[in-house]
């Protein structure tokens, strides 16, 4: 079994900051790409960042230059950091690895259970 938990959402206002956290527990052999996704009521769930296992990064273009992505390797972890936050950023927002669980076994697609981020204005 493979567990995604996040941490670190909560209330803040506009132009605040927020650091996210997600680790991965486990049956791990490795770990490629890990990322976080968002979304917001009413909205599908889009891409926010992502990182892969060499550290290249991508982000959404509403959060450049805004967020920052994370990650360290020998906590399985991926950090999130927000800052200068809007109202707009308000969503539930998901972790998202890509694990293999063994040499045998084939690379799965992982989320967390969400943590709500509220940017109140």
């Known amino acids: 079994q493979v567990q995604l938990v996040e941490s670190g959402g909560g209330l803040v206002q506009a132009g605040g900051s927020l650091r996210l956290s997600c680790a991965a527990s486990?049956?791990?052999?490795?770990?490629?790409?890990m990322g976080w996704y968002r979304q917001a009521p009413g909205k599908q769930r889009e891409l926010v960042a992502t990182?892969?296992?060499?550290?290249?990064?991508n982000f959404a273009d509403s959060v450049k230059d805004r967020f920052t992505i994370s990650r360290d390797k020998v906590k399985n972890t991926v950090y999130l950091q927000m800052n200068s936050l809007k109202p707009e950023d308000t969503a539930v927002y998901y972790c998202?690895?890509?694990?293999?669980?063994?040499?045998?076994?084939?690379?799965?697609?992982?989320w967390g259970q969400g943590t709500q981020v509220t940017v109140s204005s």
């Open positions: 998202n690895a890509e694990i293999r669980r063994s040499s045998f076994l084939p690379v799965g697609d992982y």
């Open positions: 990182i892969t296992s060499g550290g290249s990064t």
């Open positions: 486990g049956n791990i052999f490795s770990i490629n790409a």
